[in-house]
């Protein structure tokens, strides 16, 4: 079968980017997906990971990479990365198409690739078994769906309004998801960061302000990086097939909750 080949979503920059780079370290095939194809090109030629650009929300172009892997080789693993927030105002006074766009992102993106790509990932199964069958051997053959969530899934915060209904929303389908898939040799794991310093994520949330951006992380020691998100990620995917992480919450640990984050060195109280 050769090596096992991921894919993953949002891979023009932070999180996405990373997880690409790390796979690719540890011998992976990858084909990073993003809209940008000047980003992807770039990330390309530094990791030589193969590249497919997409509009995630229109299904046109999910259907446009769901050809490309089938015609390009095995998909053993999927990493639903895309995502992103726009805006901290309340539910009443929020804008219907930063919630639109959230929702887009967040959730129908992620169902549309899901879809399209299990059936890939069950002929890999398939595939690996009859391969492993003809080697003469039993070694059993699996596939991974990893989705990126947040923190903001799992618990409510005054301004997080559609981010918070959106990724809501992305760890219900996952957890159904996990049940749907019963049976299948297919783990389903959600990675839930909380505080993660990216280039563009607070950029995005607070409309390009790179002020508000920055002061998020204001004197917090060592938030997270887009790089330890990635490492949790492939650490999941490589245990043993029979490992299911199920719920993965990471945070830096000057961050206790979605809204308590100690701010100034850390130190043990006298």
Not at 149 to 175: I, Q, R
């Amino acid at each position: 079968m050769g090596k096992k080949r991921v894919v993953v979503t949002g891979a023009s920059s932070g999180i996405g980017a990373a997880t690409v780079r790390l796979f690719r370290e540890h011998g992976w095939d990858v084909v990073g997906v993003a809209r940008r194809a000047d980003r992807l090109a770039a990330l390309a030629a530094e990791t030589g990971a193969a590249v497919f650009a997409a509009d995630l929300t229109v299904q046109a172009e999910v259907d446009a990479l769901r050809d490309y892997l089938a015609a390009s080789g095995p998909v053993n693993a999927l990493v639903n990365n895309a995502g992103g927030a726009k805006g901290l105002d309340s539910v009443e006074a929020g804008s219907i198409d930063d919630w639109a766009w959230m929702f887009e992102i967040n959730v129908l993106a992620v169902k549309r690739v899901t879809s399209a790509l299990l059936p890939l990932l069950r002929a890999s199964i398939a595939a690996e078994t009859d391969a492993a069958a003809a080697a003469g051997s039993s070694a059993a053959a699996s596939a991974d769906i990893v989705n990126i969530t947040s923190t903001a899934g799992h618990t409510a915060y005054l301004g997080g309004g559609g981010y918070n209904a959106a990724k809501f929303a992305a760890h219900a389908m996952t957890e159904v998801l996990r049940l749907e898939l019963n049976g299948e040799p297919i783990r389903v794991i959600e990675i839930a960061p909380g505080m993660v310093q990216t280039e563009e994520f607070g950029l995005v949330r607070f409309g390009g302000d790179p002020d508000k951006a920055a002061a998020a992380y204001t004197d917090v020691v060592n938030p997270l990086l887009a790089d330890d998100v990635a490492a949790t990620v492939v650490a999941a995917v490589g245990l043993p097939a029979h490992v299911n992480l199920d719920l993965v919450v990471v945070k830096p640990i000057a961050q206790a909750s979605t809204t308590l984050v100690a701010r100034g060195p850390l130190a043990p109280r006298a």
